[in-house]
């Protein structure tokens, strides 16, 4: 049917229609901002063309032109623009105070802010030292029938029955009220209250009195007016002294702390050490005047020139405290940059003294002679206590020094050796993990001497039965042992143990090669001529180079006296090559030498 209107039920609705019958549009009204229920105004729901009530017979172009945004531009909410604007006032509100005879109101001083993002108030009271009162937040922040209209400087507020006079805003609010044309009064006073106006007649008083002449006995007083006493308040002098009490029975030297107040007070606390062996007693004397002589204090009255003060405590003074004298020997950093700049001492005056006394050692107890039985460390053991403790072990050493073994080729000499044992070739190894040593005889063939373990791995200690054990520092080529009441000489040590040697030089004297160079150049000073007599003598088939031998051979010659492990040491670091054996030419031997 032409012309004939679609009904407005499910299957009929036109999707390609105009707008303008199908808007029914509900805008929101309500909304939660920042924990609170809050009305959206008018104004800030979405601005669009007002729909209004289309009658059937209008076009669809009309009913769209009409739905077409405004052009006018959204205003900014108010959340949004007054962000972090607070208004400040300053005020205040009588509290009565019933049954008391001190005071009968007491004046509370408040702070009220205004939020202006969400329109909320808060009260708090700034908190005062010492007030008694329990202070902070009085009201909560939350909205509240209060505009900034009602908060006027010198006019009342009331805030849930409490009268608050409002005294001054700070300057923001005044800016701010001033803007919208609101005139602001000047600030006002705050009123006084009993116990204040009690305090302030108090400091007058002590600010106008004379300064004392006298004080009881015991009793430390401020020096001056009570201003000049609160300036210094917590400016304390601090001494650390000595008392000397070993002349009396039990008496011991003890440190003390003299504590110098600015009313002339002095205290004196004691130090307490660790394991001191006395019962805890930190106040030596309390605070307090203290006279320099003790029967000037038996009238009851004191003179403040008669007691000690700042003027006469110095490092190296003596403070009498009835009867003992304390000696000052330091300071703290605040104490002597007081001496420094206040008192004018100089920095060797305000040094600390060096009181230490030296305490001798008690003489170590030598230990018996070795029986024979057991080791020599279970024997020690035994010795040094009723209940023998098996001997402790290094066990840092024995985790860095594992494998770590000197060996050294050595030969028996002497020392009850028969004549067939003399010139017996042994290897020797010395363990550095625990300063254990071993022995061991390479089997010769023919030789009829069966060769094999010499000696078990074992400590050795040096003859004399002093218990003196034979360490690495002790090895070295050319030394002589005994062991097992045999004579041992080292003849040489592998590549090994002669370069650990000679990386630790300072361990090591006799391998350390610039030593032995410039032990033999101080020695042939002035004899280059016997020098290179020797060392040509020492190379017969004029080879022009000196192997180890016949270099220890050449310097011992021309009078420099270098042990066999000095001299080898030297050979191997002028050794021709990376200095890992080789001979010495004759010319860098006398260019070493000679040319210093």
């Known amino acids: 049917m032409p012309g004939a209107a679609i009904p407005l039920l499910p299957g009929y609705s036109n999707p390609q229609a105009p707008p303008g019958d199908r808007t029914f549009y509900k805008g929101q009204t309500l909304n ?9 105004e008018g104004d800030l729901l979405p601005v669009v063309g007002e729909v209004r009530p289309c009658c059937r017979g209008a076009s669809a172009a009309a009913a769209c032109a009409d739905a077409q945004p405004s052009s006018s531009a959204p205003r900014v909410p108010q959340w949004l623009e007054n962000d972090r604007q607070v208004l400040r006032w300053m005020g205040y509100f009588t509290e009565s105070v019933p049954q008391s005879p001190a005071e009968d109101f007491r004046v509370r001083r408040v702070e009220v802010r205004y939020y202006l993002e969400d329109d909320t108030v808060d009260v708090a009271e700034p908190k005062q030292l010492n007030s008694g009162l329990p202070q902070g937040a009085l009201m ?9 209209a009602d908060l006027a400087v010198g006019a009342a507020a009331v805030i849930y029955g ?12 005044r800016a ?6 609101t005139p602001v009064a000047d600030p006002e006073p705050y009123p006084e209250g009993t116990i204040e106006a009690r305090a302030r007649r108090r400091r007058e008083a002590a600010a106008a009195a004379p300064k004392p002449a006298r004080l009881a006995t015991g009793q430390a007083g401020p020096k001056g007016n009570l201003r000049e006493f609160l300036e210094a308040d917590k400016k304390v002098l601090r001494f650390y002294c000595v008392w000397d009490d070993r002349s009396a029975l039990y008496g011991d030297r003890r440190p003390y702390r003299l504590h110098a107040f600015p009313d002339g007070g002095i205290e004196i606390l004691e130090t307490r050490d660790a394991n001191s062996g006395r019962d805890p007693f930190p106040v030596f004397l309390r605070r307090a005047l203290l006279p320099k002589n003790p029967a000037t204090a038996a009238g009851g009255v004191l003179e403040r020139s008669a007691c000690y003060g700042p003027s006469d405590l110095r490092m190296g003074a003596t403070v009498s405290v009835y009867g003992r004298d304390f000696l000052i020997v330091d300071c703290d950093d605040f104490t002597r940059k007081w001496l420094l700049e206040d008192q004018g001492c100089t920095a060797a005056e305000a040094a600390p003294l ?7 050692q008690p003489a170590p107890r030598p230990l018996p002679p070795y029986n024979g039985f057991g080791s020599l460390e279970d024997s020690a053991q035994s ?10 072990r290094d066990f840092v050493k024995l985790m860095n020094l ?4 000197l060996r050294f080729g050595c030969r028996m000499i002497g020392g009850g050796a028969t004549e067939a044992d003399q010139g017996r070739r042994f290897v020797l190894s010395y363990f550095m993990a625990d300063d254990t040593m071993s022995v061991f005889e390479p089997p010769v063939r023919n030789s009829g001497i069966v060769g094999g373990k010499f000696l078990e791995r074992r400590p050795v200690y040096a003859p004399g039965g002093k218990g003196v054990l034979v360490t690495d520092r002790d090895l070295f080529v050319g030394e002589r042992l005994t062991i097992a009441q045999r004579v041992f000489q080292l003849t040489e040590a592998d590549d090994f ?8 030089r300072w361990r090591y004297p006799h391998a350390d090669w610039e030593a032995a160079l410039a032990s033999a150049r101080s020695q042939l000073a002035g004899h280059s001529e016997e020098l290179r007599g020797t060392v040509v003598s020492a190379d017969p088939d004029a080879t022009g180079a000196l192997g180890a031998p016949a270099l220890a051979a050449a310097l011992a010659a021309a009078g420099a006296e270098l042990s066999a492990h000095q001299s080898l040491a030297l050979h191997r670091r002028l050794a021709a090559g990376d200095g890992s054996g080789g001979s010495v030419p004759v010319e860098a031997l006398l260019h070493a030498l000679l040319d210093a």
Request: with cysteine; glycine share 4%; net charge positive.
């Open 354 to 360: 060096d009181v230490t006394e030296h305490i001798p």
């Open 162 to 173: 409490h009268k608050i006079h409002v005294v001054d805003a700070d300057a923001f609010t």
């Open 383 to 392: 010795c040094r206590s009723l209940i023998p403790q098996p001997p402790r």
């Open 176 to 181: 701010w009220l001033v803007a919208r044309g």
């Open 497 to 504: 143990t002669m370069q650990y040697m000679e990386n630790s």
């Open 140 to 148: 909560k922040r939350h909205s509240a029938k209060l505009r900034p």
């Open 32 to 40: 939660f901002q920042k924990g609170y229920a809050n009305v959206i």
């Open 402 to 405: 594992d494998k770590i073994v």
